[in-house]
């Protein structure tokens, strides 16, 4: 079955520091891979995608994610997060072979300090 | 151009009635997706719109549950004798169907239904 997993429900960290937000999915086929952030009270913007080529992808706000086929994983970073950033992520997935669901994670909630 | 947009914002009523949800997708955008997601949770697929193709309504977690579409345009979500559990916010996402660029998401601001 199609699924993606976002293990932590919560990220914290410093104003300033690198952060990562991980996610692995699992899908019969080559995955299109997508991470959405939502902002409080308002509705999911899209962030960044893997749908093919180089495996580090670069996104908006300055996140990138990095594909790894063998880990079957999709984790999303950034070098120095702000307090803006502060949000719920979600990883998506969109099986190549069937074109039709979305498979979305539970969300991570991210807490950047100051 | 505009987004997808999608109304009432939010919706407040009383246990047992129907409630109707408006989506309108992205002009252009084949495919339409409903997900319902519950205060501090993930998002919950509903039912998936493409063309004219039947929707996919594994997702729908009732038969109060109903959604329509007509074409490629408006679509309706229906609820039926609204449940207390049916509390949540429903978003309604648009995107085109193919290769490259075209399979992303666009999300509208959701609708906030409140059952009491």
């Known amino acids: 079955a199609q699924s993606v997993a976002q293990p932590e429900d919560q990220v914290n960290v410093a104003e300033g520091n690198p952060l990562t937000v991980k996610c692995t999915y699992s899908?019969?086929?080559?995955?299109?891979l997508f991470w959405y952030v939502q902002y409080p009270n308002r509705g999911l913007q899209f962030l960044l995608k893997y749908i093919t080529g180089d495996n580090l992808v670069k996104g908006s706000y300055g996140f990138e994610a990095e594909f790894n086929k063998s880990q079957t994983s999709f984790h999303l970073k950034k070098p120095s997060a702000l307090v803006s950033d502060s949000a719920l992520y979600f990883c998506?997935?969109?099986?190549?072979?069937?074109?039709?669901?979305?498979?979305f994670g539970s969300g991570t909630k991210l807490n950047v300090k100051p | 151009g505009a987004g997808v947009s999608q109304s009432p914002s939010n919706k407040v009523t009383e246990k047992g009635k129907d409630v109707e949800l408006r989506c309108d997708p992205i002009?252009?955008?084949?495919?339409l997706y409903w997900y319902r997601q519950r205060l501090g949770q993930g998002l919950e697929f509903l039912i998936y719109f493409q063309g004219n193709s039947a929707p996919d309504k594994s997702g729908l977690p009732s038969d109060r549950f109903s959604a329509e579409r007509t074409g490629e345009s408006v679509s309706t979500l229906t609820i039926q004798r609204t449940q207390q559990e049916d509390s949540a916010v429903y978003l309604c996402?648009?995107?085109?169907?193919?290769?490259?660029?075209?399979?992303?998401?666009?999300f509208g601001p959701g609708t906030r239904l409140l059952v009491l």
């Open positions: 002009s252009g955008h084949t495919a």
């Open positions: 998506a997935v969109r099986d190549r072979d069937n074109f039709n669901k979305f498979y």
């Open positions: 996402a648009s995107s085109l169907v193919g290769t490259g660029t075209k399979e992303t998401q666009y």
């Open positions: 899908v019969s086929g080559n995955p299109y």
